[in-house]
Nanobody, 116 residues
Framework: VRLVESGGGLVQPGGSLRLSCVAS????????MSWYRQAPGKERELVAA???????????DYADSVKGRFTISRDNAKNTVYLQMNSLKPDDTAVYYC???????WGQGTQVTVSS
């Protein structure tokens, strides 16, 4: 199993980024996926999750802190899950990780820094 994140970087407050996570080594379309983040000195926390019901649409869930700003989506044809992040705040600064739900399968993480 391999999960490879990309799309992180430095962005000003109010800006946007889109993270991608390409999966391999398992049947992606049959797996729920999620995004976590870990800020310096803090525990890793769940940001968003997407299920498999409804195909590419999937049922979704978000942490209260990102509701209305972040959108998780998936493209089963590309074995990819995305996290669109809008209206970014300095508190969103963290390493963002992709995870296969129900399994201890993690990506290596991608750094997101929100700063002016």
């Amino acid at each position: 199993v391999r999960l490879v994140e990309s799309g992180g970087g430095l962005v000003q407050p109010g800006g946007s980024l889109r993270l991608s996570c390409v999966a391999s080594g398992f049947t992606f379309s049959s797996s729920g996926m999620s995004w976590y983040r870990q800020a310096p000195g803090k525990e890793r926390e769940l940001v968003a999750a997407i299920g498999i019901i409804g195909g590419n649409g999937g049922n979704t869930d978000y942490a209260d802190s990102v509701k209305g700003r972040f959108t998780i989506s998936r493209d089963n044809a590309k074995n990819t899950v995305y996290l669109q992040m809008n209206s970014l705040k300095p508190d969103d600064t963290a390493v963002y990780y992709c995870k296969r739900r129900l399994y201890n399968h993690w990506g290596q993480g991608t750094q997101v820094t929100v700063s002016s």
